[in-house]
T-cell receptor
Framework: DAGVIQSPRHEVTEMGQEVTLRCKPI?????LFWYRQTMMRGLELLIY????????DSGMPEDRFSAKMPNASFSTLKIQPSEPRDSAVYFC?????????????FGDGTRLSIL | AQKVTQAQTEISVVEKEDVTLDCVYE???????LFWYKQPPSGELVFLIR??????QNEISGRYSWNFQKSTSSFNFTITASQVVDSAVYFC?????????????FGAGTTVTVRA
């Protein structure tokens, strides 16, 4: 079975540019999560969706960040305009059901570098 | 306040030694779930094990075993007879109710280096 698929794996861009990260969750999973990982702050939950609807975006750092899930098989995380402090590894994860016993399955991550 | 504490930042062992990773969590919920994830040098996060709050039976799965003690809020993880491929960052995580859903809180991770 295919796991969570993220693209691109690496992104290097200059500050001020728009960045779009993409995620395809595991088929049949109704929860989708976006995380950011940095050395300073570890793994942080940015936003999560249930059945394509954003439930909690309290982790989104600021208005420059936005996320969408137009259908059950695709989500995007957009940063506009990007800043050097946005450099991090961004993970997408999905799970079946919101019950806490269901493990979240993670993609390989997108390593983002903003110059 | 940190919900999940992994006091060990780094552990270095020689191959075939056992490695025990400590995890202490904090929650007011009576129903919660605990997980261990592995992040190898390639960067992906891999789910390893799960335990719920009402089952304190400790288990062994291959070279992995875990010790869950509610009385001390600890969920320790042991790798027996470590191998070089076990070198990775290991994260302990707590899943607790947030409204109608559950949220996962991760510890800071413990870097395990297994030397040949």
């Amino acid at each position: 079975d295919a796991g969570v698929i993220q693209s691109p794996r690496h992104e290097v861009t200059e500050m001020g540019q728009e960045v779009t990260l993409r995620c395809k969750p595991i088929s049949g999973h109704d929860y989708l999560f976006w995380y950011r990982q940095t050395m300073m702050r570890g793994l942080e939950l940015l936003i999560y969706f249930n059945n394509n609807v954003p439930i909690d975006d309290s982790g989104m750092p600021e208005d420059r960040f936005s996320a969408k899930m137009p259908n059950a098989s695709f989500s995007t995380l957009k940063i506009q305009p990007s800043e050097p402090r946005d450099s991090a590894v961004y993970f997408c994860a999905s799970s079946k059901g919101g019950y806490g016993n269901q493990p979240q399955h993670f993609g390989d991550g997108t390593r983002l570098s903003i110059l | 306040a940190q919900k999940v504490t992994q006091a060990q930042t780094e552990i270095s062992v020689v191959e075939k030694e056992d490695v025990t990773l400590d995890c202490v969590y904090e929650t007011r919920d009576t129903t919660y779930y605990l997980f261990w994830y592995k992040q190898p040098p390639s960067g992906e996060l891999v789910f390893l094990i799960r335990r719920n709050s009402f089952d304190e039976q400790n288990e062994i799965s291959g070279r992995y075993s875990w010790n869950f003690q509610k009385s001390t809020s600890s969920f320790n993880f042991t790798i027996t007879a470590s191998q070089v491929v076990d070198s990775a960052v290991y994260f302990c995580a707590l899943s607790e109710a947030q409204g109608n859903d559950y949220k996962l809180s991760f510890g800071a991770g413990t870097t395990v280096t297994v030397r040949a």
